[in-house]
């Protein structure tokens, strides 16, 4: 199990940037994959952006060219840089975390970060 704690969500005007951290409390050189989630009200939680060990990324349509994962292994955090963030952004995002263990793929979460984005 990897513990997950994310910050930097907030409230932000159509158009601006915000950066979400997801700090891991193990080196993220061990995990296969993380992704940041959402799920906006009423809706199916989806993938917004994911990246490998490797580094390999991932982008939902709706956000390419937007948004930007990243990791620091030094640091055992991955970010989500958004820019030009639109109305329809607005959702609660979750960290996620996948290991394989040597039989199947396991998932962690952290607890979410509201990003609101005002029109």
């Known amino acids: 199990q990897v513990q997950l704690v994310e910050s930097g969500g907030g409230l932000v005007q159509a158009g601006g940037s915000l950066r979400l951290s997801c700090a891991a409390s193990?080196?993220?050189?061990?995990?296969?994959?993380m992704g940041w989630y959402r799920q906006a009200p009423g809706k199916q939680r989806e993938l917004a952006a994911a990246?490998?060990?490797?580094?390999?990324?991932n982008y939902a349509d709706s956000v390419k060219g937007r948004f930007t994962i990243s990791m620091d292994n030094a640091k055992n955090t991955v970010y989500l840089q958004m820019n030009s963030l639109k109305a329809e952004d607005t959702a609660v995002y979750y960290c996620?975390?996948?290991?394989?263990?040597?039989?199947?793929?396991?998932?962690?979460w952290g607890q979410g970060t509201q990003v609101t984005v005002s029109s």
């Open positions: 990246i490998t060990s490797g580094g390999s990324t």
């Open positions: 193990r080196s993220i050189t061990s995990i296969n994959a």
């Open positions: 996620n975390a996948r290991v394989y263990d040597g039989s199947r793929y396991k998932d962690s």
